[in-house]
């Protein structure tokens, strides 16, 4: 009978054994699993930044602002407009490309654009300017008017991106 106390000792102490194999083998598991889900969530986050990283790969870096002066202000007369009181409008203006070759365009076609802003300032009508909603129209019309004519050149792929009042005095 002391041997089979001993066998049921020597078992009782292999199922401890058993047991704590068992239970660092589950704590092994859940440890993997938190582990898996943790990298699963941030995982997600990093796929997400490698494609934004990637669109901004293929998208093209903007090349820096090339400013241009005109030199010239543009003086308009609105005689007619203004119940026979005489008032001027004169705009002196920047423009902005992003490439050299727009910029040398614009300097190349000077005279049809001063005679086409002329006729567009001309155009205006001196209530309508005294408007900040004015002032920004006619600026993006202006705009407009300039890229229609530089798309007029075949060897130009490129626009001006903005054009910019350095003063606008209304009398």
């Known amino acids: 009978m ?21 239970l660092i083998i589950i704590a092994v598991v859940v440890i993997a699993l938190i582990g ?3 990298m699963m969530f941030l995982g997600g986050d990093d796929e997400k ?9 293929t998208a093209p870096i ?11 202000p543009f003086v308009v007369n609105f005689a007619d407009q203004s ?21 040398d365009a614009f300097q190349l076609h000077d005279p049809a654009l001063q005679h086409e802003l002329l006729l567009l300032f001309y155009g205006q009508i001196y209530d309508d300017l005294n408007t900040s909603a004015g002032t920004k129209a006619l600026q993006q019309a202006t ?11 075949p060897t130009l792929s490129e626009q001006l991106e903005a054009v910019y009042f350095t003063s606008l005095i209304m009398q």
Do not use: C
């Open 2 to 22: 002391a041997e089979q106390n001993q066998k049921d000792d020597i078992e009782v102490v292999a199922e401890g054994k058993g047991n704590s194999k068992l």
């Open 49 to 57: 930044e490698t494609d934004e990283t990637s669109e901004e790969a």
């Open 62 to 72: 903007k090349q820096a602002p090339i400013y241009h002066t005109v030199e010239t």
């Open 83 to 103: 119940n026979g009181e005489v008032r001027y409008l004169q705009i002196k203006l920047k423009v902005m490309a992003r490439s050299q070759a727009v910029i």
């Open 36 to 38: 898996v889900g943790a």
């Open 143 to 153: 705009l407009d008017k300039i890229n229609e004519i530089l798309s007029t050149d």
